[in-house]
């Protein structure tokens, strides 16, 4: 069993950068392929990034938003850059054990979750 901690959501501007972390405990974090998945009100949850053996991005998010692991202290990180209102939403840390799966963007295939953290970026 994986247990995922979401923190460092916040209040932003438009323009304005936060970072999240997940911190990871119960199994073997290096082996494990993590992601972000965001979920805004009225609408369903949408895969953001993910990291494994490669790195993904949502194209809604590419070139703003970098996600990165450090294995040792069992964390994963996102880096939210150039931050717009359309970003509001609770982000999500999610994690499964297929490090190598072809499937990286579709939230049922991920089975260990966070309990999300609120972003909220002002116009």
């Known amino acids: 069993q994986v247990q995922l901690v979401e923190s460092g959501g916040g209040l932003v501007q438009a323009g304005g950068s936060l970072r999240l972390s997940c911190a990871a405990s119960?199994?073997?974090?290096?082996?494990?392929?993590m992601a972000w998945f965001r979920q805004a009100p009225g609408k369903e949850r949408e895969f953001v990034g993910a990291?494994?053996?490669?790195?993904w991005y949502a194209e809604s998010v590419k070139g703003r938003f970098t996600i990165s692991r450090d294995d040792a202290k069992n964390t994963l990180y996102l880096q939210m850059d150039s931050l717009k209102p359309e970003d509001t939403a609770v982000y999500f840390c999610?994690?499964?054990?297929?490090?190598?799966?072809?499937?990286?963007?579709?939230?049922?295939?991920?089975?260990?979750w966070g309990q999300g953290t609120q972003v909220t970026v002002s116009s």
């Open positions: 119960g199994s073997t974090f290096s082996s494990l392929r």
């Open positions: 990291i494994s053996w490669s790195v």
């Open positions: 999610t994690a499964n054990n297929n490090y190598y799966s072809s499937y990286v963007r579709r939230a049922d295939e991920y089975d260990y």
